[in-house]
């Protein structure tokens, strides 16, 4: 099939230009510059250049004999502490990237697939919940909701199948947020956040590595499926869990610990409680519909091999030296 793909380059962008054209398909991916170009030929995916808040550049981009697209741009906040002003940002790509993009596309397109986020529909009560709960969008996840509703809306009138996959929390060796947690896990300046006056009430979690969430995307094309999945490993882990097995793979002091109320004066209220409000779920609808796998089942299969690959590609031992390098700086201007 002929598959258009907005946020090419990101970290489920480029797994899915990789793994799509292995099989086959012929890939189109929206890149906003040369290096995202050269990202995308390399993986085997024909390279157009555009912005999804661009509308006409959307109309260059896509041919007439797009069958499947794939709206997986987001503008997700790297600051430590973001503003109402950059989660606005990404709710324009979300939000108005899927209409832009819908209405680019020709007549005939058969399938569209939008990269949620499972905690779209944590419960208040924090306990285990699957396809069929009720949705709670909070700041981060609002436009996700928009996004879904929209889907299904425009599926209705025109024809296509509306595919959403709801995502646990990303990691890979080549992804943003896990580079930085194994930086700060080494530096000694990753705690944990919890709930509680102490930070000691650990919530569940539900994580999937990015390898596996793009081998779903490929699984729900190629099925033709419709509908809504959560893509998630076999294991919800509390993030303490998680964080500890990550440190002890790399060598790295144990984290310790800060509760979320005061974390939130470094981070926002949006962060702090990304790790501590429980967000449960399963995969078995994924599994069984999609025939679908993860290669790694529990995060500890994942970070082993997120620990492999850095140590391979000589990643780990520039973490060190980073983090060794920050320490000798901070005693120098101590004895100072």
């Known amino acids: 099939m002929k598959v258009f793909i907005t946020g090419a380059t990101g970290v489920l ?29 390399r993986r085997g995916g024909t390279a157009r250049r555009g912005d999804v808040l661009d509308p006409e550049t959307l109309e260059r981009a896509i041919d007439d004999d797009v069958e499947v697209a794939v709206h997986a741009a987001t503008a997700i906040p790297d600051s430590t502490k973001p503003s109402d002003e950059e989660w606005a940002r990404n709710d324009r790509v979300r939000f108005e990237g899927a209409r832009n993009l819908l209405d680019a596309t020709p007549d005939g397109l058969r399938q569209v697939l939008f990269p949620s986020v499972v905690w779209v529909a944590r419960q208040p009560d924090g306990s285990r919940f699957d396809e069929t709960a009720d949705r709670h969008p909070d700041r981060a996840t609002r436009s996700a909701a928009d996004v879904e509703d929209f889907l299904q809306e425009r599926a209705a009138g025109d024809g296509f199948d509306a595919t959403v996959l709801r995502c646990g929390f990303f990691y890979a060796p080549d992804a943003r947020d896990t580079r930085a947690w194994g930086e700060r896990l080494l530096d000694g300046d990753l705690p944990v956040v919890g709930g509680g006056l102490l930070g000691r009430q650990d919530a569940e979690l539900s994580f999937v590595h990015a390898d596996d969430a793009a081998a779903a995307f490929v699984a729900a094309i190629e099925t033709e499926a419709g509908g809504t999945y959560h893509v998630v490993d076999d294991e919800p882990v509390t993030g303490a869990a998680f964080f500890e097995t990550f440190a002890d793979l790399l060598e790295a002091p144990e984290p310790g610990r800060i509760p979320a109320w005061l974390a939130r004066f470094f981070v926002g209220k949006v962060n702090s409680e990304g790790f501590t409000s429980p967000m449960p779920t399963t995969n078995e609808k994924a599994k069984r519909e999609l025939g679908w796998e993860p290669e790694y089942p529990t995060y500890r299969d994942g970070l082993e091999q997120v620990v492999e690959t850095w140590r391979a590609d000589g990643t780990l031992a520039e973490l060190r030296d980073e983090s060794t390098a920050e320490t000798t700086t901070s005693l120098r201007g101590e004895a100072a």
């Open 13 to 41: 962008g480029r797994r899915l230009v990789d793994r799509l054209t292995d099989r086959d398909h012929e890939v189109v991916g929206l890149v906003r510059d040369e290096a995202g170009k050269r990202i995308v030929g």
